[in-house]
């Protein structure tokens, strides 16, 4: 019988409500739920697939264990004593630094993840901690990291509130929102706009977020800091400084005057590529505005000064006074989380440091850039075996032929995720999680960054079956292997989740329980956003300190040189149908007109002899793509734009609808593992210099940098 199911959508940041029509056990109908307190209704392309990506027939649903070079399947209990037996063997014979984990973008949605990721992570003992927030958004941690003493501290627009939105280096009608739960942005945008508020974007290329923008100013890739640097200096010269009630709680305003005294407009404009009279109009438009906000996301934390570029946002911010006020960057309150006292022991990276390129630990973590020398590289140490969880890196992570290689040449591998991919290919043991239809949700990390208090909790829509494993007992059984405990413990992972969970509601600001959020399938409502400085503060002051000693010595080192003449970098650029590597299996999602082209400036295309449907090598440092071209006036001349996560055409992929897409490569081929944000070790991803030519080659090559 046909029936109506609630549920949270898992597959990003945006975490919408969704109505579900179920048949049979099946997700047969998928709507926005009107209902819902946060979303409103809301529901993208992948959202509305979730039935397509829930019963994906290649979808692994039993263990699988490497036998004869073949990953063929067995029962959970022969997978559990493969990896005992696995990991114990290199343990012993090569100690705990020679098992290296990688966390993956969905662990960050899961409960599972939220929960257990934290002890897994400690089981392991490991130094070789690596996730995908080193692909991401580590420069924005440390950021907020040295500004609040509190990496997790990342404010978001008030959008709803705002009346002037600055947005740097994201597309968020594409991506929904990142660091930034905002479901329904196109229906907020359009509300700022309807009450006379203004959006302003920076991009090189002329996104669907820049188009229903009042203002599109493109800039040259990986140059955003000096941008904000010019407006900085444009605040303190004009007279703009106006930080208000945030005064008393406020360090280093006139060393970050200082700091900024030689970046006048003029200055950096040749550098980034925005006209100075441009710089001086933004900078006086933020400061004018009774409420604003900056944003800043990909374009500014992929970048090589990704963490000056995250701290300037947030400078802007400040210096402005609509840091922590309504309408302007504000910090959530979540209800499974604690108010904090407004004092604590700081920040500090580099507690220890990786084996072979000595890059320094964040958050209890390496660059991932590094996950490749630390498996390749001989000696004490050295590393042997993988556990990802929910990870693609050899998709995902720069320079990824190498780190292909070397994943290959591992002694031993442990995959715990859904499909036999680029990655997990690779797996003497494959565990899989059930499907999203089966799994409780609580977004426990995106409730940080929403637009509003909210706690939704989405009980499984269908049981689960008997031979299937909930994913904290998966994770859970591992933490028993790596602590001694072996292969055969009896957990009861999504009980103990909700236990905790529980536990940490009812402790909460606003003392809720999950019986509670049981009964409210649409979500509680908990208010808008309200100031929180000082107490969400932990810097040993208890004040915001805007100008800290790491940051202001990257920015003395920063050198505003104009581009060399006649080079290419290439951006990214994410699609609605898309997420990251893992959605190109549902044939919804990816029907139509290819996805992964390289798209190019006109005049350059012109100039190159390329054409549109036309193949181009795109070559850099590391590696060389053949792409379909894309000819457009949307984009910066000297910019070429290629999406990440496709290239599933690799030897023992299961996955028939991905691996057959037309035309689909792997820009990580050309991304460079040595590119990195120097404070957190982030990879840069954008702005990589490449050399573009027509199939034939001969003389259209424009010059490589
Ligand atoms: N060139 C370039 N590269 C990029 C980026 C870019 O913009 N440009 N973006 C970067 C960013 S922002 C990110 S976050 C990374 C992402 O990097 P990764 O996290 O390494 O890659 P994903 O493609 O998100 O892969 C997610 C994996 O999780 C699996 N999975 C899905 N659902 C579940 C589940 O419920 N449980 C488990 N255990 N597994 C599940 C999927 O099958 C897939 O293997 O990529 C980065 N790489
Ligand atoms: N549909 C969809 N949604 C997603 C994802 C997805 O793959 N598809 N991935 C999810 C993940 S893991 C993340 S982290 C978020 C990312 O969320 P966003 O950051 O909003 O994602 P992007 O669409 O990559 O937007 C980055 C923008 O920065 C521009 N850009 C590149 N380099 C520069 C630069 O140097 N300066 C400036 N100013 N701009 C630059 C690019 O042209 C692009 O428009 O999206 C999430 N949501
Ligand atoms: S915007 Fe994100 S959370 Fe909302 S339906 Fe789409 S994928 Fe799901
Ligand atoms: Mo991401």
């Known amino acids: 019988m046909e029936r109506t199911a609630y549920t949270t959508c898992p597959l990003c940041e945006a975490t919408c409500g969704l109505e579900l029509t179920m048949l049979d056990g099946r997700i047969t109908g998928?709507?926005?739920d009107r209902d819902d307190v946060l979303s409103r209704g809301f529901v993208c392309p992948k959202g509305a697939a979730l039935?397509?990506?829930?019963?994906?027939?290649?979808?692994?649903?039993?263990?699988?264990?490497?036998?004869?070079?073949?990953?063929?399947?067995?029962?959970?209990?022969?997978?559990?004593?493969?990896?005992?037996?696995?990991?114990?063997r290199v343990i012993a014979a090569h100690g705990r630094d020679a098992v290296a984990l990688y966390l993956g973008n969905p662990t960050v949605h899961t409960l599972a993840g939220n929960l257990f990721a934290a002890p897994l992570r400690k089981a392991i003992g490991s130094r070789n901690i690596f996730t995908a927030s080193t692909v991401d958004q580590m420069p924005k941690h440390v950021s907020c990291g040295h500004l609040f003493g509190n990496p997790l501290a990342v404010p978001v627009p008030d959008v709803d509130r705002t009346d002037f939105l600055l947005v740097l280096g994201a597309d968020p009608m594409s991506s929904n929102g990142s660091l930034w739960t905002v479901p329904d942005l196109p229906g907020r945008l359009a509300a700022l706009r309807a009450r006379g508020g203004r959006l302003v974007v920076v991009d090189p290329r002329r996104s669907r977020t820049a188009r229903v923008a009042d203002r599109h100013l493109p800039i040259r890739p990986g140059t955003?800091?000096?941008?904000?640097?010019?407006?900085?200096?444009?605040?303190?010269?004009?007279?703009?400084?106006?930080?208000?009630?945030?005064?008393?709680?406020?360090?280093?305003?006139?060393?970050?005057?200082?700091?900024?005294?030689?970046?006048?407009?003029?200055?950096?404009?040749?550098a980034c590529g925005v006209d100075p009279t441009a710089i001086r109009d933004l900078a006086a438009d933020l400061a004018a505005a009774p409420r604003a906000a900056v944003y800043g996301r990909i374009g500014t934390t992929t970048v090589p000064h990704g963490t000056v570029t995250s701290w300037l946002v947030d400078v802007l911010n400040v210096l402005t006074g609509n840091l922590d006020r309504p309408g302007g960057a504000m910090f959530a309150l979540p209800a499974h989380s604690r108010r904090g006292t407004g004092t604590g022991a700081g920040f500090r990276t580099g507690r220890w440091h990786s084996r072979v390129r000595g890059l320094p630990e964040v958050l209890g973590e390496l660059p991932a850039v590094t996950l490749a020398d630390e498996i390749l590289t001989p000696g004490e140490g050295q590393v042997r075996a993988l556990l990802t969880v929910a990870g693609n890196p050899v998709l995902s992570l720069p320079n990824s032929a190498r780190l292909d290689g070397a994943i290959a040449g591992l002694d031993f591998m442990v995959c715990v995720d859904p499909y036999v991919n680029a990655t997990t290919r690779h797996a003497h043991v494959l565990?899989?999680?059930?499907?999203?239809?089966?799994?409780?949700?609580?977004?426990?990390?995106?409730?940080?960054?929403?637009?509003?208090?909210?706690?939704?909790?989405?009980?499984?829509?269908?049981?689960?079956?008997p031979d299937a494993l909930d994913e904290c007992d998966i994770l859970l059984r591992l933490i028993a292997i790596l602590t001694g405990a072996g292969p055969d413990v009896a957990t009861d992972g999504a009980a103990q989740a909700r236990g905790i969970l529980d536990a940490r509601l009812r402790a909460g600001p606003y003392g809720l329980s999950l019986d509670r959020l049981l009964a409210e399938p649409h979500g509680v409502d908990l208010g808008p956003l309200e100031p929180r400085v000082p107490e969400i503060l932990r810097t040993p002051s208890?004040?915001?300190?805007?100008?800290?000693?790491?940051?202001?010595?990257?920015?003395s080192r920063l050198d505003p040189r104009p581009p060399e003449p006649d080079t290419f970098v290439v951006v990214g650029r994410r699609h609605l149908r898309t997420n990251n590597s893992w959605m190109h299996n549902v044939p919804a999602l990816v029907k139509g007109r290819p996805l992964c082209t390289v798209v190019v400036n006109r005049g350059d295309a012109d100039r190159l002899g390329l054409v549109a449907g036309g193949r181009a090598r795109v070559t850099s440092r590391v590696g060389e793509v053949e792409l379909t071209v894309e000819v457009t006036d949307d984009i910066a001349p000297g910019v070429v734009s290629i999406p990440h996560g496709f290239g599933h055409d690799l030897p023992g992929v299961e996955m028939s609808v991905a691996r057959h897409l037309p035309g689909g490569v792997n820009t990580n081929l050309l991304t460079d593992d040595l590119a990195i944000d120097p404070l957190s070790g982030n990879a840069v991803l954008n702005g990589i210099p490449v050399s573009l030519r027509g199939r034939d080659g001969g003389d259209r090559t424009a010059q490589v940098s």
């Not at 990506?53 to 493969?82: I, M, N, S």
Request: hydrophobic letters at 45%.
């Open 30 to 32: 998928v709507r926005g």
């Open 51 to 88: 039935g397509g990506l829930d019963a994906d027939p290649d979808r692994v649903r039993t263990p699988r264990v490497r036998r004869d070079g073949k990953l063929v399947p067995a029962t959970w209990d022969e997978a559990f004593a493969a990896v005992d037996e696995g990991l114990g």
């Open 224 to 270: 955003d800091a000096f941008l904000l640097l010019g407006m900085v200096h444009e605040l303190f010269a004009r007279d703009l400084v106006t930080p208000g009630a945030l005064e008393p709680h406020l360090t280093g305003v006139a060393a970050v005057r200082d700091l900024v005294a030689r970046f006048s407009p003029d200055v950096v404009a040749p």
């Open 542 to 555: 208890g004040r915001i300190e805007l100008c800290p000693e790491p940051i202001a010595a990257e920015v």
């Open 431 to 465: 565990l899989p999680p059930p499907p999203p239809s089966q799994q409780a949700h609580y977004d426990m990390a995106f409730y940080h960054f929403a637009v509003r208090n909210v706690a939704r909790f989405s009980p499984p829509v269908v049981p689960l079956p």
